[in-house]
């Protein structure tokens, strides 16, 4: 590898611009050499404010004249499968956004050929780095907590309906909040939970607001939209069961009417249970039931700062250190089931054996 490890941009939406260009200028020996949108004014304007020496139209060209270490695949979630198996068809290792892609196909044809380029491809889910959920997951793997026999993972919004059409557009999107953001929630659980072998899905999925003309009048993040613009669900629910007699329930969505937004991980096991927000461990102590929390107050951490480190730290190493393609494919292949589920309306299995 050279001395500098080149990387190269794919999408040049605000994701790119906020999180994944900064982070890779803080490191020494990295250069941002090259990036890449399909709206090529959007692709001149990431270069010249980020001092990036060329850009691109296609994400082909860039690939194939540039002699790229590295590339972070930043468009919508349909488009994250070709930008990345060609990406790494041309040498580079690949962190795509989450969820790992708009369907189950395609994230199998993307970890496929991770491993026949042999390239290292990891699914952006930053939120493992959060403190608490690290904390949970030493419970869970210390024993701690005995037995987990049930687990309620939850990303809830009172009201944060995004307004793009990279959201709203299922042919962009693939989905709404159940891969917008419960992908976060499902990702969380099964990394505290060491990944187990999910048995069957009941999943619904439901449409309440987008379809409202007086709610999309009102609007919401970025603005109004249009009802008929709105393909895809806005609340998504379902019931995991695994092969382990463990049970779990999901819960997502982009508006509701509860109190506030909440994203959380509720764990109950044979000694003990806990939670993630607020951290708190519950336990019997000399016969007594007990509440522990934190007496000092949890370090915050830039999380996006870390995936783009961890992802460079990969690269140097050989292998992938968080978030590996086969734990996103894992988790896609959650999502789809319950997606399966609401429209059968039945209980489906899952697909696990890859």
């Not at 692709?43 to 990036?52: L, P, Q, V």
């Not at 952006?124 to 037995?147: H, N, P």
Request: aromatic share 10%.
């Amino acid at each position: 590898m050279a001395e500098k490890i080149k990387v190269g941009i794919i999408g040049c939406g605000g994701i790119a611009r906020g999180t994944h260009i900064p982070n890779y200028k803080k490191i020494p020996d990295v250069e941002i050499v090259a990036c890449a949108d399909i709206n090529i004014e959007a692709a001149k304007k990431t270069a010249e404010e980020f001092g990036i020496a060329r850009y691109y139209k296609d994400y082909n060209e860039m690939l194939e004249k540039e002699n790229l270490d590295a590339v972070s695949v930043c468009t919508p979630n349909v488009l994250h499968k070709d930008p990345a198996i060609v990406a790494m068809k041309h040498g580079a290792h690949v962190l795509t956004e989450k969820p790992m892609a708009g369907n189950l196909k395609d994230a199998k044809e993307m970890y496929e050929a991770s491993k026949k380029y042999n390239k290292i491809l990891i699914v952006g889910y930053q939120t493992r780095f959060r403190i608490d959920i690290t904390a949970l997951k030493m419970l869970v793997d210390s024993g701690e907590l005995g037995e987990i026999y049930y687990a309620r993972a939850l990303h809830l919004r009172r009201w944060g309906i995004p307004v793009s059409p990279t959201f709203l557009n299922k042919s962009l999107s693939g989905g709404g909040p159940l891969l917008d953001i419960g992908c976060y929630a499902v990702d969380s659980a099964m990394y505290v939970l060491g990944f187990p072998k999910p048995k069957s899905v009941l999943g619904v999925t439901y449409n309440k607001f987008g379809k409202n003309p007086e709610m999309a009048k009102k609007g919401s993040w970025g603005g109004a939209w249009k009802p008929e613009d709105f393909q895809v669900e806005d609340n998504a629910f379902a019931f995991i069961k695994f092969e382990n007699g463990m049970t779990m329930l999901l819960e997502t969505n982009w508006a509701s009417f509860i109190k506030e937004d909440e994203l959380n991980l509720v764990l109950l096991g044979t000694k003990g249970g806990a939670q993630l927000k607020p951290l708190e461990v519950y336990k019997e102590v000399i016969g007594a039931r007990v509440t522990i929390t934190p007496q000092d107050r949890i370090p915050e951490t830039d999380l996006y700062n870390r995936r783009i480190a961890k992802f460079v730290e990969s690269i140097k190493s050989g292998k992938a250190l968080f978030s590996p393609a086969i734990e996103g494919l894992k988790v896609q292949a959650i999502l789809d089931a319950i997606y399966t589920s609401a429209e059968k309306g039945k209980e489906v299995p899952v697909e696990w054996d890859f």
